[in-house]
């Protein structure tokens, strides 16, 4: 399924060279996940930012040992897309969906497999995880009976 697209203006941690797949607010702090813009011909990347414009508290991946992975939610009336960035024993699930009852959406923080937090989006998030786009920089596609929240 294709991402949504959302008409939220709110802040992101992106730069402006870079494509907003997904960025919302999440109390005091910002989740963004970035992407080079592919009209460029370097090489094409993906980012996970959270902190504030002015401190960046943590971007993923750190280095080449870092994982990131993506995937796509069938539901009843809805379904979302996903994006897993992993390091050492932490993985970060931003994810946004269409469920019955409305949209959600943020990122779900697991340690060892468990999860430890889900932060949740104060307001309508800006989503556009395309996943042809995410297809094209090689990530690894999860597996089908992947939940973010779960």
Request: proline letters at 5%.
């Amino acid at each position: 399924m294709p991402g949504f697209a959302s008409s939220n203006t709110e802040a992101t941690l992106c730069q402006a060279s870079e494509k907003v797949a997904f960025s919302c607010s999440v109390g005091k702090k910002i989740v963004s996940v970035c992407s080079s813009d592919f009209h460029q011909k370097s090489k094409q990347t993906i980012r996970y930012l959270f902190g504030v414009p002015k401190k960046i508290e943590l971007t993923l991946p750190e280095n080449q040992n870092d994982r990131v992975s993506f995937g796509s939610l069938s539901y009843s009336g809805g379904g979302g897309a996903y994006i897993i960035f992993e390091t050492n024993d932490f993985s970060y699930a931003v994810y946004s969906r269409i469920l019955r009852q409305g949209q959600d959406a943020g990122v779900a923080i697991r340690k060892k497999g468990k999860i430890i937090k889900t932060l949740q989006c104060k307001l309508g998030p800006h989503s556009d995880m395309d996943l042809p786009m995410l297809e094209k920089l090689g990530l690894i596609k999860a597996p089908e009976t992947f939940d973010p929240t779960m």
